[in-house]
T-cell receptor, first 114, second 113 residues
Framework: GAGVSQSPSNKVTEKGKDVELRCDPISGHTALYWYRQSLGQGLEFLIY????????KSGLPSDRFSAERTGGSVSTLTIQRTQQEDSAVYLC????????????FGPGTRLTVT | EDKVVQSPLSLVVHEGDTVTLNCSYEVTNFRSLLWYKQEKKAPTFLFMLTSSGIEKKSGRLSSILDKKELFSILNITATQTGDSAVYLC?????????????FGTGTRLTIIP
């Protein structure tokens, strides 16, 4: 079956511009996660959606970052006024429920801020 | 603050060797420990461990968890060049009812033919 998909696969943007990254989770998965992986670093948790509950935004690094999940499915991560330190691979993962840690990852979006 | 530490940071071995990767952790309300293999961008799931002392095995890969000493190991026997990847350890914890994974920085494994 279809896995987690993300778009775009690569995004180059100028400093100060806004970007939107999209994640389409596996159908039926209620939990969705966004992570960031900077060069040579581990995965950094950003935000977690579980069903209709309020999202856990505790990992968002600044108020320039926001995310939403419409209809309990597709999610969009928005970065406003991008900075060079935002350059990273942004990975989305989904799992069957918030109690399941077997997360399935998408291919990621490589964001480069110039 | 939850913390996951992996060692070594990188490892280079010859094909056919056996390797052991280490993961130690400190996490609030531990629930499970997971191993992922990351070759390009998307990590792929290997194992999830919740109980101490029970080895999980998949082909040449195996893993075990020690909840008393707060660590896990991932063993790969008879390594092949296709095993070259970054191996990520992640620990699931529960904080105020929210479940999240904390990842280590990974061990970069390189297998020389």
């Amino acid at each position: 079956g279809a896995g987690v998909s993300q778009s775009p696969s690569n995004k180059v943007t100028e400093k100060g511009k806004d970007v939107e990254l999209r994640c389409d989770p596996i159908s039926g998965h209620t939990a969705l996660y966004w992570y960031r992986q900077s060069l040579g670093q581990g995965l950094e948790f950003l935000i977690y959606f579980q069903g209709n509950s309020a999202p856990d935004k505790s990992g968002l690094p600044s108020d320039r970052f926001s995310a939403e999940r419409t209809g309990g499915s597709v999610s969009t991560l928005t970065i406003q006024r991008t900075q060079q330190e935002d350059s990273a691979v942004y990975l989305c993962a989904s799992s069957l429920s918030g109690q399941s840690y077997e997360q399935y990852f998408g291919p990621g979006t490589r964001l480069t801020v110039t | 603050e939850d913390k996951v530490v992996q060692s070594p940071l990188s490892l280079v071995v010859h094909e056919g060797d056996t390797v052991t990767l280490n993961c130690s952790y400190e996490v609030t309300n531990f629930r499970s420990l997971l191993w992922y293999k990351q070759e390009k961008k998307a990590p792929t799931f290997l194992f999830m461990l919740t109980s101490s002392g029970i080895e999980k095995k998949s082909g040449r890969l195996s893993s075990i968890l020690d909840k008393k000493e707060l660590f896990s190991i991932l063993n790969i026997t008879a390594t092949q060049t296709g095993d070259s990847a970054v191996y990520l350890c992640a620990v699931g914890g529960s904080n105020f009812g929210n479940e999240k994974l904390t990842f280590g920085t990974g061990t970069r494994l390189t297998i020389i033919p």
